[in-house]
């Protein structure tokens, strides 16, 4: 009793929203470490179900991101996997792109709408990204993903980034593997997804991601570790954006990077031992299941329903546990594997 109350004094939430949001950070931070994105857009849906304002929601959800991108990015560094240049490139883009997206959200705050405009583009967004993962997951096995004799991802860069790359409008810039990309480009990456991040609450790592080994052209290694740390970095701009209107939960905050300082160490030591082909496929099927369980938050809300709102709180936790747990599985079955070699 004594530690309830001196949790709720500290964090102003009940003991079960504590539990709650320690784990649900977990799993996030799980996600943040293994894909370099994929945790983030899980928080705001969730605020918005509980019934937190979209301002409050997303303050919290930017604040969130830049303290579980900092402990996922000082793992990825150890391992090389980090191009800071482009990462400081694309740092200007995503700042104006985020103030943009701020500016967005307070006024359909103002107007009363912020909360069904966000709910509606997590739907489409969340679906669209979750059709695109889960295809290339299919298709993968016979282009991407192969491992070599070391048990090394083969990090070729895309057709499409080639071709993109072969466009020489300057300046253009040399990256840390010694490639080129246009200023121009990485600029417009940047925009976008800092516009993504502002308006949804998000570090963009479900975009940012994609569009750094797709569209600019890196390995996948060092796009997953560079989307960290712009995910470092956006989350930093976008708290204090939403700081400064006095919106973030600092309770909410707290619980959650409890939970994800240990998922995230546990996500990225796990990218040593887990061939991520093997996870992808659920990774995409659960963004397609949180974009059906929002739009079953924002249906119970336009239809007076709370079982609907009951009903798209357990699909979006069961699908993060699912996925989570199949990570935690396939790695532990490889470091099995792993010692009984060594043995």
């Given amino acids: 009793m004594i530690e309830s109350?001196?949790?709720?004094?500290?964090?102003g939430l009940g003991t079960d929203l504590i539990v709650l949001f320690v784990a649900f950070g977990f799993m996030v931070g799980v996600f943040f470490g293994f894909f370099g994105m994929g945790g983030s857009f899980l928080v705001t849906p969730a605020l918005l179900i509980l019934g937190y304002s979209a301002p409050v929601a997303i303050g919290s959800s930017m604040a969130f991101v830049f303290g579980t991108a900092v402990i996922a990015t000082m793992k990825h560094h150890d391992a090389g996997q980090v191009d800071y240049r482009l990462g400081a490139l694309m740092f200007?883009?995503?700042?104006?792109?985020?103030?943009?997206?701020?500016?967005?959200?307070?006024?359909?705050?103002?107007?009363?709408?912020?909360?069904?405009?966000?709910?509606?583009?997590?739907?489409?967004?969340?679906?669209?990204?979750?059709?695109?993962?889960?295809?290339?997951?299919?298709?993968?096995?016979?282009?991407?993903g192969d491992t070599d004799d070391d048990g090394d991802t083969d990090d070729e860069v895309p057709a499409i980034a080639r071709k993109i790359q072969s466009y020489n409008l300057p300046p253009m810039m040399t990256l840390a593997d010694g490639s080129k990309a246009s200023l121009w480009t990485i600029s417009g990456v940047g925009g976008g997804v800092g516009l993504v991040s502002g308006f949804l609450g998000v570090g963009g790592g479900f975009v940012r991601m994609p569009a750094i080994y797709y569209v600019i052209g890196t390995s996948l290694a060092a796009a997953v570790g560079t989307s960290l740390f712009g995910g470092l970095m956006s989350g930093a701009v976008g708290a204090f954006t939403y700081g400064r209107a006095g919106v973030i939960d600092l309770g909410i905050v707290t619980a959650l990077l409890i939970g994800s300082s240990l998922g995230a160490r546990i996500g990225s030591s796990a990218t040593a031992y887990v061939n991520e082909d093997d996870v992808t496929i659920y990774f995409g099927i659960m963004l397609l299941v949180a974009s059906l369980a929002v739009g079953l938050g924002e249906l119970s809300e336009w239809l007076a329903m709370p079982v609907l709102d009951r009903a798209s709180f357990v699909?979006?936790?069961?699908?993060?546990?699912?996925?989570?747990?199949?990570?935690?599985?396939?790695?532990?079955?490889?470091?099995?594997?792993t010692r009984s070699v060594s043995a």
């Fill in 5 to 11: 109350i001196l949790a709720f004094e500290l964090l």
């Fill in 92 to 144: 200007v883009g995503i700042t104006v792109g985020i103030e943009l997206g701020s500016r967005l959200v307070f006024g359909l705050e103002v107007l009363g709408i912020a909360n069904v405009v966000v709910g509606v583009a997590y739907v489409v967004l969340l679906a669209a990204i979750g059709v695109l993962f889960t295809r290339s997951a299919l298709n993968q096995g016979d282009d991407d």
């Fill in 315 to 337: 699909l979006l936790i069961g699908s993060a546990l699912f996925v989570c747990a199949t990570i935690l599985y396939h790695g532990a079955l490889a470091v099995r594997r």
